[in-house]
């Protein structure tokens, strides 16, 4: 069911459940007055706790391990569809967060809302299941490959490696839309005036995690040589889409800047 609501909730009585991550830190900068809830409030495989008044859920609480989910299927998909169910059991309209990793990679066009989702992970799986557990007033947010100035990412990651090596090696054979938190989570006000449903948002461009690896060390002014490498060689246990960029069909979905602004102004918050 689709349903328009102008924001009528503002930023009272708005709950952001995953606050100790890197998109729940951007939600609660965006959503001032919000109440942060970190897993050692709410462990969101559980029934919720009482919270009083609701008007608002934003669901960045997950299981994001996407390796570690290969191993622990069952405790993923607690987490990841149970905690889904939870948040929308909390009554309020709801903002859950999906990912790219619900396709398979396939297509070398960018993925819009009417294609067929296709999961090679559990990670992916356990992400698609969530999103009907989302319930009918909800906003599902499919985007991908998030950075932010907290948490661990591939951002913080790169910089300190680049930092300690002279050379890292970099898969070159996947491609995305690397999006910067801080302006997801400002998207996400525009995505409470439109309909329901699931929405992909994405920052604009796209590029391979070594493309993203140089822009990071040029930015950042590190000497520091990426080796592109293949997936296959990395040999990581889950499967990643080899293509997964998104974009939106839908009228009005909010777009987001280029991938490289959000790297500069994420690494801006880290100097
Ligand atoms: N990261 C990406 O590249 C990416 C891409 C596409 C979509 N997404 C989606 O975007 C959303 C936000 O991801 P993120 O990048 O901000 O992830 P993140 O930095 O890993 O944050 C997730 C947060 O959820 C918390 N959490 C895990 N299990 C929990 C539980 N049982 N109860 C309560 N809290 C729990 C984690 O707590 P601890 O710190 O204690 O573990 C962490 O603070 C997720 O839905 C994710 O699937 C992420």
New binding site residues.
């Given amino acids: 069911m689709e349903h328009v609501i102008a924001d009528p909730v503002g930023t009272r009585h708005v709950v952001v459940?995953?606050a100790?991550?890197?998109?729940?830190a951007a939600l609660l900068e965006a959503y001032p007055g919000a109440r942060g809830l970190?897993?050692a409030d709410?462990?969101?495989?559980l029934p919720p706790p009482a919270l009083g008044e609701v008007g608002l859920v934003l669901h960045?609480?997950?299981?994001?391990d996407v390796d570690g989910a290969e191993r622990d299927p069952q405790d993923a998909a607690a987490?990841n569809v149970g905690?889904t169910q939870h948040a929308a059991e909390l009554g309020a309209p709801l903002v859950t967060?999906?990912?790219?990793y619900v396709f398979d990679g396939t297509k070398r066009t960018p993925y819009v809302e009417s294609d067929p989702p296709s999961p090679q992970s559990v990670y992916g799986r356990t992400?698609l299941h969530a999103e009907a557990a989302a319930g009918d007033e909800a906003w599902i947010v499919r985007?991908?490959?998030?950075f932010g100035w907290t948490?661990t990412?591939f951002v913080r990651t790169m910089l300190r490696l680049g930092a300690e090596r002279d050379e890292v090696s970099v898969v070159d054979d996947q491609r995305g839309s690397p999006t910067f938190v801080g302006h997801l989570a400002a998207a996400t006000h525009e995505l409470t005036a439109l309909p329901y449903g699931v929405w992909h948002v994405a920052a604009d461009g796209d590029c391979t995690w070594a493309e993203f690896a140089e822009a990071i060390f040029e930015e950042a002014g590190l000497d520091c040589r990426v080796r592109r490498i293949s997936t296959e060689e990395l040999g990581r246990p889950a499967p990643r889409p080899a293509y997964s960029v998104l974009r939106s069909e839908r009228q009005g979905a909010p777009q987001l800047p280029h991938w490289r602004d959000g790297l500069r102004e994420c690494l801006a918050r880290l100097r």
Avoid at 20 to 24: F, K
Avoid at 42 to 45: C, G, H, K, L, T
Avoid at 97 to 100: E, L, N, R
Avoid at 143 to 146: E, N, P, R
């Fill in positions: 459940t995953g100790g991550g890197q998109l729940g970190a897993r709410w462990d969101v495989a960045a609480a997950a299981w994001t987490v905690g967060f999906s990912t790219d992400k985007t991908s490959w998030l948490s990412n």
